[in-house]
Structure formats: structure tokens, C-alpha cells
């Protein structure tokens, strides 16, 4: 199991921008494909992006590809999550994940908040 801490969410308002930062312990981290999904109040988890343990593959939802850009730095075991030009409709609680693989997402963080004002 890897333990996951999220940080960077905050307030902001449609146009800007946001670093997400995931912090993970664990000593095989850059085994671990990482993930971030989020959600919003009355909705379900949804996927945002994913990366492989390299940092040689990344993944992404449609509505965020061109604005959002995960990326990992195996040395600080941490999994960023640049968000630009952001819109009201990414105000949600955003996660970390980690598993084996993209598809066994099994250890979570406990989620940061982000909102974004119109």
C-alpha cells in the first residue's frame, strides 16, 4: 500500500491556474502508476489522468486534454497535476490514486478541494 497526501487546491476564478501535488511514502514508487480523478458535489468519481511509472505514458479525460497535464518526479515520490485555464465546471474534490497499473487504482488519497469561480 502507498499512502497518498494531496495539496494545492484552493479558490480561483475561471482563467487561472492550479498546481496539484500528491506526495506518496513508500519505497517503489516509481513502480506505482499514478492517477487523479474527482469529484463533484451529487456526481459520481470520474477520471482525470493517469501516468505510467516512467512518466512515459500519460492519459486524459477529454474535457481536460490541452489544459491539464499530469506529470511525476520519482525522486520526491510526488505526481503534480497542472491545471490551466481552468472553468467552473472542474470545481471538485480532486484525488490521488496509486496501483500496480492504470486499470488497479488501489491506494487513495484523502482528496483537496478546488474551486473555480465564474
Known amino acids: 500500500q502507498v499512502q497518498l497526501v494531496e495539496s494545492g487546491g484552493g479558490l480561483v476564478q475561471a482563467g487561472d491556474s492550479l498546481r496539484l501535488s500528491c506526495a506518496a511514502s513508500?519505497?517503489?514508487?516509481?513502480?506505482?502508476?499514478l492517477g487523479w480523478f474527482r469529484q463533484a458535489p451529487g456526481k459520481e468519481r470520474e477520471f482525470v489522468a493517469d501516468?505510467?511509472?516512467?512518466?512515459?505514458?500519460?492519459y486524459y479525460r477529454n474535457s481536460v486534454k490541452g489544459r491539464f497535464t499530469i506529470s511525476r518526479d520519482n525522486a520526491k515520490s510526488t505526481v503534480y497535476l497542472q491545471m490551466n485555464s481552468l472553468k467552473p465546471e472542474d470545481t471538485a474534490v480532486y484525488y490521488c490514486?496509486?496501483?500496480?497499473?492504470?486499470?488497479?487504482?488501489?491506494?487513495w488519497g484523502q482528496g483537496t478541494q478546488v474551486t473555480v469561480s465564474s
Open positions: 501516468i505510467n511509472g516512467s512518466g512515459g505514458l500519460t
Open positions: 513508500g519505497r517503489t514508487f516509481s513502480s506505482y502508476a
Open positions: 490514486a496509486a496501483g500496480r497499473t492504470r486499470l488497479s487504482f488501489s491506494s
